[in-house]
C-alpha cells in the first residue's frame, strides 16, 4: 500500500467527486454541533481538495494529516496556510489541541484493522479538547459485499491522457470485509507511447453499530449515526454512514 501512483493520479481519478457538497455538509455538521471557529483537524487528508474548501468557508486554523507524504507534497500547492502533517491516524501525537476532528471519503476504512481503527479513536480522542466534536464517514460492509465486491472497473480520461483499471479482490470470509485493490496506470506519454504504472490499497468495513461501540469504548458519547450525505436512518442497503461523537 504506498499510494505513490495513486497519488499522482488521484485528482484526475476523484474528479467527479463533488467536494463542494461534501464540504458544505460537513460545515453544517460542524455548525450543528461545534463551531466553525477554532482549531480543525482534516484525518486522510489526502491531495487536499476537501480540505482546502473548508478553508474557503471559513475554518481558518486547520491542520490536514496523510500517511503519504506524496499526497501531501500535492496538498501543499494548494494552500499555504493549511499546516500539512504526515502522520498515520492511528499514532495521532497531539493531546488537547482541536476543537474539530473529522475524517472524510471513507479515510478510516484505509486502515488495516480493528486494532489500529480503535487506536485512531482513542488518538482522536486525546487530540481533542473537552466538547470537542469527531465527525467521519465510513463505507459499510454492505457495501464491501455487494458493491465494490470482486468487480473490475475501468476509467478512460481522454482529455488527461490516462487510463486506468481498477480491480478489486473480496477477502473471502473475512469479518473485517477486506478488499484488496489493484489498480493499473497507462499514461500517454508525448511521443504518442504509453507509461504504465501501477498500485494497491485495501479497506476493511465494520458495521455502524461495532464503529458506535468503539468509539464509546474511547470515551466519546456518539451524537448521531446516520445515512451519508443524506442524514437518514441508516438502511440494510445502505452504501456508508456518517457517525458524529463528543468528547
Known sequence: MSYTDFARYYDVLTDNVDY?????????????????????????CGTGNLTVR?????????????LSQNML????????????LCCDMSKLPFENEFDTVIATLDSINH????????????????????GGIFAAD??????????????????????????????????????????????EFFELLEDGNYKR???????????PEKITEMLVKAGFKVLECSEYLTGEELEEASEKFTVIAKK
Not at 54 to 66: A, N, P, Q, V
Not at 112 to 130: C, H, M, P, R, T
Not at 197 to 207: R, T, W
Open 197 to 207: 504504472s501501477s498500485d494497491s490499497l485495501s479497506e476493511i468495513a465494520l458495521s
Open 138 to 183: 465510513l463505507n459499510t460492509p454492505y457495501k464491501h459485499q455487494n458493491i465494490l465486491a470482486d468487480n473490475v472497473f475501468t476509467f478512460d480520461y481522454e482529455d488527461e491522457g490516462l487510463y486506468c483499471v481498477w480491480e478489486n479482490q473480496q477477502v473471502p470470509n473475512d469479518p473485517l470485509n477486506r478488499i484488496d485493490m489493484f489498480l
Open 73 to 84: 507534497d500535492l496538498a501543499k500547492e494548494k494552500s499555504e496556510n493549511i499546516k500539512w
Open 20 to 44: 463542494n457538497d461534501i464540504a458544505f455538509y460537513y460545515s453544517d455538521i460542524l455548525q450543528k454541533y461545534g463551531s466553525k471557529t477554532g482549531k480543525l483537524l482534516d484525518l486522510g
Open 111 to 130: 486502515l488495516k484493522d480493528e486494532k489500529a481503527i480503535e487506536q485512531a479513536f482513542e488518538g482522536v480522542y486525546k487530540s481533542l479538547k473537552n
Open 54 to 66: 473548508l478553508e474557503r468557508l471559513g475554518f481558518s486554523d486547520i491542520t490536514g494529516c496523510d
